[in-house]
């Protein structure tokens, strides 16, 4: 059984910055590509970064510039760096893994492509 637990969101200020966590529980963590989605109040879940076994970074066009991701298989930990925020950044933001596929990269910006899922993060930016 995997488990992912989010952690890190928070209420700021349009312009700050948050550091959100993932850590995954129960297999290699290695053996895994991570990617973030967040989900607005009202709108469909959208993708928003992704990080593969390697290194490998996408991101989503609103971001770009503005998040990173990094990974640290040694904890089990990934990292989403959110930066500049802005008020349409406010949302739950939800971690999920995704086992070795040879065709992740026709994959990554589909959530339904995800094995395993955390419970998500609240992210709120005020103006």
């Known amino acids: 059984q995997v488990q992912l637990a989010e952690s890190g969101g928070g209420l700021v200020q349009a312009g700050d910055s948050l550091r959100l966590s993932c850590t995954v529980s129960?297999?290699?963590?290695?053996?895994?590509?991570m990617g973030w989605f967040r989900q607005a109040p009202g709108k469909q879940r959208e993708f928003v970064i992704f990080?593969?076994?390697?290194?490998?970074?996408y991101y989503a066009e609103s971001v770009k510039g503005r998040f990173t991701i990094s990974r640290d298989n040694a904890k089990n930990t990934v990292y989403l760096q959110l930066n500049s925020l802005q008020t349409e950044d406010t949302a739950v933001y939800s971690c999920?893994?995704?086992?070795?596929?040879?065709?992740?990269?026709?994959?990554?910006?589909?959530?339904?492509?995800?094995?395993?899922w955390g419970q998500g993060t609240q992210v709120t930016v005020s103006s």
């Open positions: 999920a893994a995704m086992a070795f596929s040879d065709i992740w990269n026709l994959k990554y910006r589909d959530s339904t492509k995800y094995d395993y």
């Open positions: 129960g297999r290699t963590f290695s053996r895994y590509a």
């Open positions: 990080i593969s076994w390697k290194g490998a970074v």
